[in-house]
């Protein structure tokens, strides 16, 4: 170390890296420690999956649109980079969600939170389900917890507590498209564990559905953030938002897009002296050993371009597969090569109102696998999100891709422009013809948690603290991909590291 000033380099300028980098010199500075960091980022921006482009007028994602507003740590880092003034929610009026059947669009069934039909009633008349489809669903209430199976995949889970119909009809579209996932590989542990919490606690999913509601609307006194409450898609138990001066809405975002976040932190860490170095793909971490016993071990970074960086301690925040490849010739790194990733595609049409036909009442579809369309998912953009469109203009966004399924990412330009319009076409009868389309390709982008992802990354971690001591591994790869999720993992990961 030069003097004892400590070198940390933060791998990975996306949400966790740079929200990490963020607060490692927030909490070293309340600490009344200096420390020096650098941010090395593989490409020439920042952000990773966050990129808004800014088009004629148009908020465009080409990635993430959203986070959900009850987990405070994306509203928190929003507040300290005073940024809290540019949150803005969704569009009231365009509550309603579809789901396609058989080539038409239903309403998603009123009465249902995550999938699950805590209001019995209002379920029993969504066509979307047959009456035998139900009847099996509502065989949750009846169907004993059981001995406890240790971490299962989501479908099985699903299926035997609700039959295999809502798994496939309701369950897959909703809770597969956080993931772009099969809810038969993903692990129940990592991504929905409050699923088995409320069975454990209430016997059920309908009852632990309709406990949490009630104790949400107890605490909120608002409907809206009560259904929110059981929608907490990820494993991380982050606190959530009861603060009452924001919008109330389940997602928020920044009325300038998603990069707003990104470009506020890379300026806070510029004015704070961080380092930010663009174009430095990290190939290669080597151990350099303390010169005595006493002395702690310094890390030697190698870039692709063969130049290196040395670094007293390491903060990963890279993709799982390439955290493994740094990781691999000093510890196990099975926990990270089973994570596999999807590849999908973010198809975004923009309109001109004069001549199109469709009223876009609600906030987007969902299409089941069984449907086999190229859109797995869709967002009305524009009636969803006010701030998006200009004056006169509609955006309509699409996914194309899920595992199992992620050939049609490859297609070209040309054709996958077509399939995604022609989709569109035949679900909503849309014929207008775009005035521009914007395709991004999102290679190996979703990471799927298998069975036993918790406990495996829980032995990676406890490994490096005795191979790699000041070593820390964190981001979308391991506790939750949700931006919020990220956020608290990259603060986590500085507290860490300045607890050595
Ligand atoms: P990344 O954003 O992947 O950042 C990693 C960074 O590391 C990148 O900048 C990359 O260039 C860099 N890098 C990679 N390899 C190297 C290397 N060897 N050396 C140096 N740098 C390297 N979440 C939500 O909450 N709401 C949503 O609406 C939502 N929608 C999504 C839609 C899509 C299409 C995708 C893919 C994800 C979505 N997510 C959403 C999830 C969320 O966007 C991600 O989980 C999150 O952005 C990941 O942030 P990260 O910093 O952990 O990783």
């Known amino acids: 170390a030069t003097g004892n000033i400590r070198r940390v380099a933060v791998l990975g ?26 941010v090395l980022e593989g490409s020439n921006r920042l952000g990773g999956k966050i990129n808004t482009l800014r088009r004629d007028g148009f908020v465009i994602e080409r ?23 540019e949150l803005t929610g969704t569009n009231p009026k365009a509550k309603k969600t579809y789901i396609a059947l058989d080539g038409k669009l239903h309403p998603m069934p009123e009465g249902l939170t995550l999938g699950i039909p805590s209001d019995p009633e209002k379920f029993m008349k969504t066509e979307l389900v047959s009456e035998e489809g139900k ?35 309701i369950f897959e579209p909703l809770l597969a498209g956080i993931h772009a996932g099969d809810l038969y590989r993903l692990g129940l542990q990592s991504t929905f564990p409050q699923f088995k919490q409320m069975v454990r606690e209430h016997g059920s999913l309908i009852a632990g559905t309709r406990e949490a509601q009630r104790a949400a609307s107890e605490a909120i006194g608002k409907t809206e953030q009560a259904s929110a409450a059981a929608m907490d898609a990820s494993a991380s138990l982050v606190p959530v938002h009861d603060s009452s001066e924001l919008p109330s809405s389940v997602f928020m975002t920044f009325r300038n897009g998603l990069s707003t976040v990104i470009e506020a932190l890379e300026s806070s860490l510029i004015t704070e002296g961080a380092k930010i170095s663009f174009d430095e793909q990290v190939e290669a971490l080597e151990l350099v050993p303390g010169e005595s016993k006493s002395s702690r071990n310094a890390y030697r970074l190698r870039m692709d371009g063969d130049t290196t960086f040395d670094a007293d301690e390491v903060l990963i925040t890279l993709p799982a597969y390439e955290t493994a490849g740094l990781l691999a010739p000093h510890v196990d790194v099975s926990a990270l090569t089973n994570v596999r990733y999807v ?60 595992a199992g399924d992620e050939k049609g990412v490859e297609l070209n330009d040309v054709i996958l422009s077509a399939v995604v319009q022609r989709d569109l076409h035949d679900l909503t009868g849309l014929t207008a013809t775009p005035e521009f389309v914007e395709i991004t390709r999102l290679r190996h982008s979703m990471p799927q948690y298998p069975v036993g992802h918790l406990d495996a990354i829980a032995a990676l971690r406890e490994n490096l603290i005795t191979q790699l001591p000041g070593v820390v591994v964190t981001g979308a790869a391991f506790g939750g991909v949700g931006l919020p999720d990220c956020v608290a993992q990259g603060k986590q990961a500085a507290e860490t590291i300045l607890a050595r």
């Open 135 to 169: 009847l099996r669903a509502l065989e949750d209430l009846n169907i004993p917890s059981g001995e406890d199976r240790g971490d299962e995949p989501v479908g099985e889970f699903l299926e035997r507590r609700m039959g295999r119909e809502m798994v496939e009809r």
């Open 63 to 85: 990635g993430p649109d959203s986070f959900l507003a009850r987990k405070l740590p994306m509203i928190e880092l929003a507040r300290e980079l005073g940024i809290e003034g």
């Open 13 to 38: 300028g996306g949400i966790t890296g740079l929200s990490a980098a963020f607060y490692l010199l927030k909490l070293a500075k309340q600490r009344g420690e200096v420390i020096e960091v650098t």
């Open 343 to 402: 590849s999908v595609a973010n198809v975004v049409l923009a309109y001109d109102e004069a001549g199109f036909n469709q009223d876009l009442d609600g906030s987007g579809f969902l299409v089941p696998r069984g449907e086999h369309r190229h859109i797995t998912a869709s967002t009305w953009t524009s009636s969803k999100w006010l701030h998006t469109a200009p004056e006169g203009k509609r955006l309509i966004r699409c996914y194309v891709g899920r």
